[in-house]
């Protein structure tokens, strides 16, 4: 391997040496037969052939050594200039591909502003970056799912063990098999939700516009939750004006309104009050739901939308921590604007704005 690099690097200085010798070559007897010709013409002076050998001589003699001089100019300001920056690339390149992204190349200190292997090397470590949090990213959801899977598995393992037992009384037996069909349907939830923000994020799902009646959508997603919210004994307070139409996907829509009553139902206390409002705000509309729940802090709420976040470990198991990544998703597909207020012990609201043009 070593020998046949060593042949081609000695090929390649030929081969340059080459072009060198030809160039001045060319240069310099254009040059010196223009020179000899005017001072023949203009000082009368007569060339012998022991002359002219002898200048051809001394010319081929000068070639040589200025292509050598160039040849060596030319390799030093390649190994320079080219060389050791695509050395640089490369080596990154190939631990890139050996999964360390980490890997960054610096910029190299050069006169030129247009230095285009700088160019190179800046889109190379912002490449390395995004892939670096994508491998980030990837690792943490594995995590996170083979955790969230784990978790309903083994509460249905246990209980379905318990229910082989011969001496059950019929209230043990309603009581674990209620806690398997529970788990079982958080384990669902749990496979849909990754489904459908694996089709967003891949934008297998791509919004369809149209006009519809947001205030209409709202209060029927509100009404879909009427039992929960009844069972718990949760007061809902609703301000909407009527007819408020906007210009979206109303189905991916339904998905945020979904996901934000289901989490102010299921993080708010037994008695508690959950806000509903639709305004008109002229060219834009907005929807507010509002809660008086546990609430999170502000270092909680940096991460909300985070897949698989959980502040609060002690509601764990009430969600997987996709329902809001979902929101954010769509929201930023339909161009939209999501904001967040809450505050530990006071409860969280959530304000949607929608462009009704959008």
Same mark, same amino acid.
């Given at each position: 391997?070593?020998?046949?690099?060593?042949?081609? @690097?000695?090929?390649?200085?030929?081969?340059?040496? +080459?072009?060198?010798?030809?160039?001045?070559?060319? %240069?310099?007897?254009?040059?010196?037969?223009? *020179?000899?010709?005017?001072?023949?013409?203009?000082?009368?002076?007569?060339?012998?052939?022991?002359?002219?050998?002898?200048?051809?001589?001394?010319?081929?003699?000068?070639?040589?050594?200025?292509?050598?001089?160039?040849?060596?100019?030319?390799?030093?300001?390649?190994? &320079?200039?080219?060389?050791?920056?695509?050395?640089?690339?490369?080596?990154?390149?190939?631990? $890139? &591909?050996?999964?360390? *992204?980490?890997?960054?190349?610096?910029?190299?200190?050069?006169?030129?502003?247009?230095?285009?292997?700088?160019?190179?090397?800046? /889109?190379?470590?912002?490449?390395?970056?995004?892939?670096?949090?994508?491998?980030?990213?990837?690792?943490?959801?594995?995590?996170?799912?083979?955790?969230?899977?784990?978790?309903?598995? !083994?509460? &249905?393992?246990?209980?379905?063990?318990? +229910?082989?037992?011969?001496?059950?009384?019929?209230?043990?037996? %309603?009581?674990?098999?209620? !806690?398997?069909?529970?788990? !079982?349907?958080?384990?669902?939830?749990?496979?849909?939700?990754?489904?459908?923000?694996?089709?967003?994020?891949?934008?297998?799902?791509?919004?369809?516009?149209?006009?519809?009646? +947001?205030?209409?959508?709202?209060?029927? #997603?509100?009404?879909?939750?009427?039992?929960?919210?009844? !069972? @718990?004994?949760?007061?809902?307070?609703?301000?909407?004006?009527?007819?408020? #139409?906007?210009?979206?996907?109303?189905?991916?829509?339904?998905?945020?309104?979904?996901?934000?009553?289901?989490?102010?139902?299921?993080?708010?206390?037994?008695?508690?009050?959950?806000?509903?409002?639709?305004?008109?705000?002229?060219?834009?509309?907005?929807?507010?739901?509002?809660?008086?729940?546990?609430?999170?802090?502000?270092?909680?709420?940096?991460? $909300?939308?985070? @897949?698989?976040?959980?502040?609060?470990?002690?509601?764990?198991?009430?969600?997987?921590?996709?329902?809001?990544?979902?929101?954010?998703?769509?929201?930023?597909? /339909?161009? /939209?604007?999501?904001?967040?207020?809450?505050?530990?012990?006071?409860?969280?609201?959530?304000?949607?704005?929608?462009?009704?043009?959008?």
């Amino acid at each position: 391997m070593k020998r046949g690099l060593s042949y081609r @690097k000695l090929l390649s200085a030929l081969h340059h040496f +080459l072009v060198f010798f030809l160039i001045a070559a060319f %240069l310099i007897t254009c040059t010196l037969m223009l *020179f000899v010709t005017v001072m023949t013409r203009t000082l009368g002076i007569e060339l012998t052939g022991e002359n002219v050998e002898v200048a051809a001589k001394l010319t081929l003699l000068n070639v040589i050594a200025l292509a050598l001089v160039f040849t060596i100019l030319d390799t030093l300001r390649r190994k &320079m200039t080219v060389d050791r920056p695509v050395q640089r690339i490369v080596q990154a390149a190939q631990k $890139m &591909m050996q999964g360390d *992204f980490s890997v960054r190349i610096p910029m190299s200190k050069s006169l030129d502003t247009e230095d285009k292997f700088n160019e190179i090397a800046a /889109c190379f470590n912002q490449m390395a970056l995004a892939l670096s949090e994508n491998e980030t990213l990837r690792s943490d959801f594995i995590a996170n799912v083979s955790h969230e899977l784990k978790t309903p598995l !083994a509460v &249905m393992k246990n209980y379905g063990t318990l +229910l082989g037992s011969p001496h059950l009384d019929e209230s043990d037996r %309603l009581e674990y098999a209620q !806690a398997i069909t529970d788990a !079982a349907g958080r384990l669902a939830t749990l496979v849909s939700n990754i489904l459908k923000l694996n089709k967003l994020e891949h934008q297998q799902i791509t919004p369809t516009a149209q006009h519809f009646d +947001l205030s209409a959508q709202v209060c029927e #997603c509100a009404l879909g939750f009427e039992e929960a919210w009844e !069972a @718990k004994g949760l007061q809902l307070e609703s301000e909407i004006d009527d007819g408020v #139409c906007v210009r979206s996907d109303p189905e991916l829509l339904s998905l945020v309104w979904n996901n934000l009553l289901s989490n102010a139902i299921k993080f708010t206390e037994r008695g508690g009050t959950i806000t509903l409002r639709v305004r008109d705000c002229g060219e834009a509309a907005e929807v507010q739901i509002a809660d008086t729940g546990c609430g999170v802090s502000c270092e909680v709420g940096k991460h $909300m939308f985070d @897949k698989f976040y959980q502040g609060d470990t002690s509601h764990a198991t009430e969600g997987n921590g996709l329902g809001l990544a979902l929101v954010k998703r769509v929201v930023d597909m /339909c161009g /939209c604007d999501i904001a967040v207020e809450s505050e530990v012990g006071v409860g969280t609201k959530f304000t949607v704005r929608l462009p009704k043009n959008g």
